[in-house]
């Protein structure tokens, strides 16, 4: 049977850059993340970026980058992640966190913070649920997303150019930065066009709401698709569930 709403049926509230681009690049795991409710826990390095932008965050607040606020922000975090702190990765991504403090510290330099991780909402017409994200740094007069990463990019990803076009649907008279740091360098990337990205959004939005409408069966909305467990993406306990969704042995 199909509903009018597939999204409350679904018990989706909102969309976000995050699900829209996992959408777009694994379905199955998709399906599996929003549909069944699985999530996977954040790793060592998804960890060491949400602690530099902490303690960066608090730099604007007292002044100074507090580099035992960030070895002591990112232990906490492994702990509420459940990340093993003797894990070789995790012990790894500890003696970098300096480094990148440090190129983050030389080298942000933005003027008059105005909020940070600051929740945004876009409604497109005739879609029943928002599309929201969380910007790292809004200034009066520019967006900024921190990215730590340990090899520098050539230039800013699809998926990340659709999650900087919410920020500017949200603030169209903001100019939007993506700021990358590695342990060595950072790169500052500002995206001047955006208007296909937000299409795209739109388009993607849309595309999720027709998908669901199929049917009210979430398992009957699995069986349209295969997963690729093979994937980096998928961690052991995504592809334990895997098993489950799909009947995998």
């Not at 497109?124 to 009066?140: C, H, K, N, T, W």
């Not at 603030?171 to 995206?191: G, I, M, N, R």
């Given at each position: 049977m199909k509903s009018n709403n597939p999204f409350k049926i679904h018990n989706i509230n909102y969309l976000s850059p995050s699900s829209m681009n996992t959408y777009i690049s694994d379905m199955p795991m998709w399906i599996t993340r929003y549909l069944f409710g699985v999530k996977s826990s954040s790793g060592a390095s998804a960890v060491r970026g949400i602690a530099e932008e902490f303690v960066l965050a608090n730099k604007y607040e007292k002044g100074v980058f507090d580099f035992n606020l960030l070895d002591m922000k990112f232990m906490s975090l492994c702990a509420e992640s459940q990340i093993d702190l003797g894990d070789t990765k995790t012990i790894k991504e500890k003696k970098l966190l300096k480094d990148f403090g440090k190129v983050i510290d030389?080298?942000?330099?933005?003027?008059?913070?105005v909020d940070y991780q600051e929740k945004v909402e876009v409604q497109?017409?005739?879609?029943?649920?928002?599309?929201?994200?969380?910007?790292?740094?809004?200034?009066?007069d520019k967006i900024v997303d921190l990215k730590t990463s340990t090899r520098m990019p050539s230039k800013p990803t699809e998926a990340q150019k659709?999650?900087?076009?919410?920020?500017?649907?949200?603030?169209?008279?903001?100019?939007?930065?993506?700021?990358?740091?590695?342990?060595?360098?950072?790169?500052?990337?500002?995206?001047t066009n955006l208007s296909q990205y937000k299409k795209q959004l739109k388009?993607?939005?849309f595309s999720i709401q027709k998908f669901l409408s199929i049917s009210d069966d979430r398992h009957e909305l699995a069986s349209l698709v295969y997963p690729n467990t093979d994937s980096w993406m998928w961690s052991a306990e995504m592809k334990e569930e895997a098993k489950k969704i799909w009947s995998v042995k």
């Open positions: 030389e080298n942000f330099n933005h003027k008059n913070l497109f017409d005739d879609l029943p649920v928002p599309v929201m994200g969380y910007i790292d740094f809004r200034f009066e659709r999650q900087m076009a919410l920020y500017s649907m949200a603030y169209p008279k903001s100019s939007v930065d993506l700021f990358f740091a590695t342990p060595k360098e950072c790169k500052t990337f500002t995206l388009k993607v939005a």
